[in-house]
């Protein structure tokens, strides 16, 4: 089992920044990779950005690429996505997932999320 405790949401105005933090636990040594989704009202699910555990490679989805960056912390089993420029179409609920099989675009444990909410 891996829980998950997102942390770091909050109000902002755009332009603003942002940090979100995923807090990793349990048997962490069976993650693969972890990703950030977000769902604002009415949307459905995005992925926001992905990281492998151990090497560091990274996705992004398109709506923000060049403003965010996923980052990892081993020693304290959390990852992190910093949020540059934001917009207010950036407003949703931001979830941090883990995938622990590595085989397919699936996910296996969620956290509970967190509300960004971006003002004009």
């Known amino acids: 089992q891996v829980q998950l405790v997102e942390s770091g949401g909050g109000l902002v105005q755009a332009g603003g920044s942002l940090r979100l933090s995923c807090a990793a636990s349990g048997r962490t040594s069976i993650i693969y990779k972890i990703g950030w989704f977000r769902q604002a009202p009415g949307k459905e699910r995005e992925v926001v950005a992905r990281?492998?555990?151990?090497?560091?490679?990274?996705y992004y989805g398109d709506s923000v690429k060049g403003r965010f960056t996923i980052s990892t912390d081993n020693a304290k089993n959390t990852v992190y996505l910093q949020m540059n420029n934001l917009k207010p179409e950036d407003t949703a609920v931001y979830y941090c997932?883990?995938?622990?099989?590595?085989?397919?675009?699936?996910?296996?444990?969620w956290g509970q999320g967190t509300q960004v909410t971006v003002s004009a």
């Open positions: 990281i492998i555990w151990s090497g560091g490679s990274t």
């Open positions: 997932a883990a995938d622990v099989s590595g085989t397919g675009p699936k996910y296996d444990y």
